[in-house]
């Protein structure tokens, strides 16, 4: 696992753009992209890059970690459209081809499991954008969840309804329910790369990066993965013990290492 520490939100945006360039660059065909305010800055910055001409995600395709259950696609909290207005209409990515869980598929249990099998069938992920809740969750898998669950229904507990609220008109508006990548799905990406900011973030970073590997702090499965990248700005470092070496072992790379 690679830690990167940098001065604020706009760089954390630079390095997961540099990140999920160089895949793409490298013959990368299946980004996973993940929403909440955390990948804004990366987003805005591949749009730039692809409107210079210097990154195209032509042929491509991409899959969701999550979405809201009850939520129709087009519903302004729902997740295929956020991806939809932050991301995808901003490069050449074909929107055919971003492909999320649908949250008002009469079965839902059903639609988990057939998610799961379609990022099966055109995986694996290259490179999976992940944010990080204050409690420690990655897409939506809340703490106690299955360090090696597949795509299934969860239910949001307090706190993650309460923080996502700032988006939906009263905290009433904020399902109850999602469907969310199991860990063991977003596991089997070849590279997570998990992005943070602010010191709202700063126990959770600390926890998931020098923790236990536990299911009560899901994003910690990352120290398990074989290739996996932290991009923290300052503020979200700060609860860090070992920033120092984490910021020596980016200063002395050897050659090109990349990230
Ligand atoms: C949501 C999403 C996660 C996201 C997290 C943090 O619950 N399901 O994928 O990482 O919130 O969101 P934010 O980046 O807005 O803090």
């Known amino acids: ?31 996973g992209l993940a929403t909440g305010s955390s990948p804004l ?19 491509m395709q991409a899959f969701l970690l999550d979405e809201y259950v009850g939520l129709p696609a087009d519903h302004p909290q729902a997740y295929a459209r956020f991806i939809r207005d932050r991301l995808v ?7 055919a081809r971003v492909h999320g869980p649908d949250g008002t598929a009469p079965d839902v249990l059903a639609e988990a499991l057939r998610y799961d099998a379609a990022i099966a069938a055109a995986g694996p992920i290259d490179v999976q954008v992940l944010g990080i809740g204050v409690n420690g969750h990655i897409g939506f898998n809340e703490p106690s969840s299955s360090l090696r669950s597949r795509t299934r229904i969860k239910t949001l507990t307090a706190r993650t309804r309460q923080d996502n609220a700032r988006f939906f008109g009263s905290i009433d508006e904020v399902p109850h329910h999602v469907i969310t990548q199991g860990l063991g799905t977003i596991c089997e990406a ?3 790369v998990l992005t943070a900011s602010g010191s709202r973030k700063a126990a959770a970073v600390a926890a998931a990066v020098e923790g236990p590997l536990t299911a009560s702090c899901p994003a ?5 993965h074989s290739h996996a990248t932290v991009v923290v700005d300052e503020a979200a470092a700060a609860h860090l013990r070992d920033a120092d070496f984490y910021r020596y072992v980016l200063e002395h790379k050897i050659g090109d290492q990349g990230y």
Request: proline content about 5%; hydrophobic content about 50%; some cysteine.
């Open 1 to 31: 696992m690679e830690i990167v520490i940098v001065p604020g939100p706009e760089d954390t945006g630079v390095v997961v753009a540099d990140v999920i360039a160089a895949a793409v660059h490298g013959g990368a065909r299946t980004l």
């Open 41 to 59: 800055t990366a987003y805005a910055e591949l749009a730039r890059r692809c409107a210079a001409g210097q990154v195209s995600f032509t042929g």
């Open 89 to 95: 209409r901003h490069v050449d990515l074909d929107p």
């Open 190 to 192: 070849g590279h997570l």
């Open 220 to 224: 910690s499965v990352l120290q398990w």
